[in-house]
């Protein structure tokens, strides 16, 4: 390979690197601020000039000599002996690298075919060049410059519109200035005038300042000061002659005041008034802080000095002294607020009455618990006295009117009672319980006097009702009410019961039934003994069907009844209770209510009570026998003296037989065995049929309380199936009588589908004795003439699909054949044609299933 030549030529300059240029960079920085700080004058023309030369300086020495183009010689006129002496002139001229050995065939070769190689020293690749940051920053400036001439000519803009906009504002102003014939040359006391009679007078308080102003201002200082005058005068107690006397002040001293009281008060003078103010106030508070630091209260609000020993109170030692009536703190705070004599005391009552009838005014179901627990929050903030008066007149103001008061309302307001009863205290339950019946005796002792229209008591009973219902109190307090009302019958009296009984008729009975039937039976005999022209009252003809139906749990016959909405409240109580807090029921009679002041209460905790046991009321001392004698004997003396002859042994067979005599109907009796929760049902099926049996005639009273119990659960089916059986196993000791009433009753239950036509099976048709012969002529011939045909054809099928009764079957077949129709005789022609078409066809029946 032929070697190329090298030149002398020098190699190209190296780019600056970006060190180098900020280096380069401050030494100009430096250069230009020596220049420029040189002379005192034309600084910057120094440095600009200077700037100038060194930037010709450096054009001139960066030029490049141009090289003069050489021609170029083309390869075939190249001679032989130059390409093989090597001598070729500079980095233009070409070389032949070639694999042969032989020169000469290396020059003959045509240009196409020739490979050119070049020394890559003498080709050096150029470097890029460094950043321009100087020509960034100045487009960055350049930027810069042209957003602040856009934001200065928007604002210019914006101003000029503005102005545009003030001056059309300002003439729509003259314009409806001149409409509303407004002048500023003339009076202003005018246009004042017609301001306030066109209602814009508020606007003056903050737009006029004129002489009318100054004095209204300055006579709201002078009353503030004789107000603050006469307040120290009574703290002080300076009540003295001096008032009495005219007021003769002198001359001067009164100008002074006048002065002083006209001219208007500066910035300075209001803050020194105020900062007096402040220090009197800070030394009043340390005056009373002092006092209330020598004494302490223990637990019944009695002072203690710092021994522990009891400071007795200034106002009793004045009573004992002068021998007047001692009175109580409360009372005496309750005084001196009705009085006036205490505004303290009076303006946080009225505070506290317009925070409780702002939160039952918004009182609602679906906000209970949130205004419950507001006035619970009040409790604990204020005394329970002021409180339970406070609360006490809202409800009676809400709840007491003269017109009758909506019931839905009435259930809240009782709710939000029930919880304050349960989360506060029984007290608070009852001291309502006590002001209501208090008022509730009043009305009665006046009930002749009340008008119908008056509704002020009827709202009162529906309230006691809905407290009833929420558990503040127990039932006898509203049987009580309830013979307070019968005693004394009138048409107010007719109409208040007539509610009772459509509100919490159905409560009274399912609580207590017993009770309930007496209370029945004590209205009655009040209504039997009323005079002609009460009997005739439609009120009363009503309340009588109202009474029936609520004996007979007949909820469909009283109008408007629905006791879901009661329910859910109840529902929605015990859920707003927490703390596993409950509502205490109040075991109170009337007699403790009306008789509270003078013997004390004696269900508040730590009160008071000057009463005996043996003058506790007769439903207190009835109450007390009752607890003394158990559950199931709580009947009376006949009914106990007449189980024991029934040989009624037990507890449970006592209490059964004495629930079956007392009951008023068979559901009646129904509903209280099941409350008695017996395990043996037995004994139930052997009560009724013993009572059945013994009758003088046949009762289908014990056949519809049975067939009752077989419906309601087949347990009590086999009870009595189990209780039929031992008595037709014992028919022989049985009298005619008791076998008449027993075939009777179990004619009634297979016909009504209690038992089974089965029940007969345990019978020994081979060995029948005169007895059982008797007995089960008298079975077949009450079913065979019974008057519900269908009813007995369904008897008969239901055993004829059983295959285990074959014999049992050919035995009431046989029986039938050979000693029912032989003894037609006995009974009437159209009996005996009845009994020979049901026998027939009976008889049919079994044989048809037989094959």
């Known amino acids: ?394 409800l009676q103001e809400a709840l007491l009117g003269r017109t009758r008061v909506n019931e839905r309302m009435v259930q809240e307001h009782m709710v939000l009672l029930a919880f304050l009863h349960a989360h506060i205290g029984s007290e608070i339950g009852a001291h309502f319980l006590q002001t209501f019946v208090e008022q509730f005796d009043g009305f009665v002792k006046e009930i002749d006097t009340l008008e119908v229209e008056d509704k002020r008591l009827n709202n009162l009973v529906l309230v006691l009702c809905y407290m009833y219902i929420f558990k503040i109190y127990e039932q006898r307090l509203l049987l009580e009410l309830i013979a307070r009302l019968a005693g004394s019958l009138c048409e107010k009296s007719v109409e208040c019961l007539l509610l009772i009984f459509q509100t919490v008729g159905f409560r009274l009975r399912k609580d207590d039934p017993l009770a309930f039937k007496n209370m029945m039976q004590n209205v009655q005999s009040q209504i039997a003994s009323s005079p002609l022209e009460l009997k005739e009252n439609p009120r009363l003809r009503f309340m009588v069907d109202i009474l029936n139906a609520v004996k007979n749990n007949n909820m469909s016959k009283l109008p408007q009844y629905d006791p879901e909405l009661a329910e859910t409240l109840r529902k929605r109580l015990k859920g707003m209770l927490r703390n596993d807090r409950y509502v205490v029921t109040l075991n109170i009679t009337l007699e403790d209510l009306l008789r509270a002041d003078k013997l004390g209460k004696w269900w508040i905790v730590g009160s008071a009570w000057a009463g005996n046991l043996a003058e506790m009321g007769p439903a207190q001392a009835e109450q007390e026998k009752q607890q003394q004698q158990p559950r199931g004997e709580r009947y009376s003396e006949k009914l106990l003296q007449l189980a024991k002859k029934q040989h009624m042994n037990t507890a449970e067979r006592r209490s059964i037989f004495c629930i079956i005599m007392s009951a008023a109907d068979y559901v009646d009796a129904f509903e209280k065995i099941l409350h008695l929760s017996l395990k043996d049902q037995r004994a139930v099926a052997y009560v009724i049929i013993h009572c059945a049996l013994n009758e003088r005639h046949a009762n289908p009273y014990y056949a519809h309380l049975a067939l009752k119990f077989c419906q309601y659960n087949r347990k009590f089916q086999l009870a009595f199936q189990f209780a039929s059986w031992d008595r037709i196993n014992d028919i022989e000791s049985l009298s005619k009588i008791q076998i008449r009433n027993f075939a009777s009753f179990l004619q009634q239950l297979i016909l009504s589908s209690g038992l089974q036509l089965s029940v007969l099976k345990v019978v020994d048709f081979m060995q029948l004795h005169k007895l059982s012969f008797y007995f089960m002529r008298e079975v077949m011939t009450r079913l065979l003439l019974s008057s519900e045909e269908s009813q007995l054809y369904q008897a008969f099928e239901r055993i004829t699909k059983n295959s285990k009764l074959q014999q049992f079957k050919q035995s009431i077949r046989l029986f039938m054949q050979h000693f029912m129709l032989e003894k037609l005789e006995d009974h009437k022609e159209e009996q005996q044609q009845l009994l020979r078409q049901r026998i027939e066809h009976l008889d049919k029946l079994l044989a048809y299933v037989d094959l």
Not at 51 to 80: F, M, W, Y
Not at 101 to 123: G, I, M, N, T
Not at 176 to 198: G, H, I
Request: glycine share 4%; hydrophobic share 30%; net charge negative.
């Open 1 to 394: 390979m032929v070697k190329l030549k090298k030149t002398g030529a020098q190699a190209p300059k190296k780019p600056l690197s970006r060190k180098e240029l900020r280096k380069l960079k401050q030494e100009t920085k430096k250069n230009n601020k020596r220049i420029y700080h040189a002379d005192k004058v034309n600084g910057a023309q120094r440095v600009a000039e200077a700037a100038a030369a060194a930037a010709l300086a450096a054009s001139k020495t960066g030029k490049k000599k141009k090289k003069p183009k050489k021609k170029q010689l083309k390869p075939e006129e190249i001679s032989r002996e130059e390409l093989l002496a090597g001598e070729v002139d500079e980095a233009d001229d070409e070389s032949i690298g070639s694999d042969f050995s032989d020169a000469e065939v290396d020059a003959r070769l045509p240009a196409a075919r020739k490979v050119e190689v070049y020394d890559l020293v003498s080709k050096r690749p150029k470097k890029h060049a460094g950043i321009q940051r100087q020509d960034e920053i100045e487009v960055r400036n350049r930027e810069l410059r042209q957003q602040k001439e856009l934001l200065s000519k928007s604002r210019k803009q914006r101003m000029k519109q503005l102005k545009l906009e003030n001056e059309e504002e300002d003439k729509e102003i003259a314009k409806l200035e001149k409409k509303l014939k407004l002048n500023k040359t003339k009076d202003k006391n005018r246009s004042v005038r017609k301001m306030f009679n066109d209602g814009l007078d508020y606007l003056l308080d903050f737009v006029l300042d004129d002489e009318e102003e100054k004095q209204k201002w300055e006579e709201k200082q002078r009353r503030k000061k004789e107000l603050k005058e006469q307040q120290a005068k009574e703290e002080a107690g300076m009540w003295s002659d001096e008032e009495d006397e005219p007021m003769d002040m002198p001359g001067e001293d009164s100008e002074i005041e006048e002065d002083d009281a006209n001219e208007p008060l500066t910035d300075e003078d209001e803050m020194e008034e105020d900062a007096e103010d402040l220090e009197s106030n800070s030394e009043s508070e340390q005056d009373t802080g002092t006092k209330t630091t020598k004494y302490k209260e223990d637990i019944y609000g009695r002072r203690l000095d710092a021994e522990g020993n009891i400071v007795p109170d200034t106002a009793e030692v004045e009573a004992k002294v002068t021998g007047q009536k001692y009175i109580p703190p409360h009372q005496r705070a309750l005084l001196a607020a009705s009085e006036g004599s205490s505004a303290q005391q009076s303006e946080q009552l009225a505070r506290l009455q317009k925070q409780c009838k702002g939160l039952l005014n918004r009182l609602s179901e679906a906000n209970l618990h949130k205004i419950s627990s507001g006035i619970e929050t009040l409790y604990m903030k204020n005394s329970r006295y002021n409180m339970n008066e406070t609360l006490t007149r809202l």
